[in-house]
T-cell receptor, first 116, second 115 residues
Framework: AQKVTQAQTEISVVEKEDVTLDCVYETRDTTYYLFWYKQPPSGELVFLIRRNSFDEQNEISGRYSWNFQKSTSSFNFTITASQVVDSAVYFCALSEGQSNTGKLIFGQGTTLQVKP | DTGVSQDPRHKITKRGQNVTFRCDPISEHNRLYWYRQTLGQGPEFLTYFQNEAQLEKSRLLSDRFSAERPKGSFSTLEIQRTEQGDSAMYLC?????????????FGSGTRLTVV
């Protein structure tokens, strides 16, 4: 069965601190996709990154970086030098490639609060 | 193209009433998805369409729920005889065919409150 676990329910940091959001997934598929989305208070889901199961290269985009480790089934997200505007709920999600539906299985989300 | 549009943004209804939500996907996207998000949880898959065909429905989609996508364009999600447990954010998303990549785009959602 497929599952995404975000063990951290809430994280609070002070501006400029680095913060890592954890994501652990379960799937039997060998082909799958992992995603991170940001959901600010306005409610829309903002796409941050997609990674396929064959690409274990870590990625950096500005202050954001992602660490994909198949050996531990983890896809962690780090924000460097956090800012107040980073305050939001962050979701990790999984899409299984073999089913071809494209549906996403989301974790429970991590609420990040960045204080000034 | 302005992205995925959902209407209304908010809906308050009395228990037992029927409600209908609309989603307008990105025009060149042939796949359309509905998700439900309750407070403090991640979105949960409800159903999806490829063009006008509804290809998968979650067990979450009880008999009171029905979704349509006539002509493969916009989609509607209807809930009959609403219950308080139906209170949630209903999210719509669209994507191109898989061979063009998983370009998921979500709408802003319809927040339903059943009183």
């Amino acid at each position: 069965a497929q599952k995404v676990t975000q063990a951290q329910t809430e994280i609070s940091v002070v501006e400029k601190e680095d913060v890592t959001l954890d994501c652990v997934y379960e799937t039997r598929d060998t082909t799958y996709y992992l995603f991170w989305y940001k959901q600010p208070p306005s409610g829309e889901l903002v796409f941050l990154i997609r990674r396929n199961s064959f690409d274990e290269q870590n990625e950096i985009s500005g202050r954001y970086s992602w660490n994909f480790q198949k050996s531990t089934s983890s896809f962690n997200f780090t924000i460097t030098a956090s800012q107040v505007v980073d305050s939001a709920v962050y979701f990790c999600a999984l899409s299984e490639g073999q089913s071809n539906t494209g549906k996403l299985i989301f974790g429970q989300g991590t609420t990040l609060q960045v204080k000034p | 193209d302005t992205g995925v549009s959902q209407d209304p943004r908010h809906k308050i209804t009395k228990r037992g009433q029927n409600v209908t939500f609309r989603c307008d996907p990105i025009s060149e996207h042939n796949r359309l998805y509905w998700y439900r998000q309750t407070l403090g949880q991640g979105p949960e898959f409800l159903t999806y369409f490829q063009n006008e065909a509804q290809l998968e429905k979650s067990r979450l989609l009880s008999d009171r729920f029905s979704a349509e996508r006539p002509k493969g364009s916009f989609s509607t999600l209807e809930i009959q005889r609403t219950e308080q447990g139906d209170s949630a954010m209903y999210l719509c998303a669209s994507s191109p065919p898989p061979q063009e990549g998983y370009g998921y785009t979500f709408g802003s959602g319809t927040r339903l409150t059943v009183v």
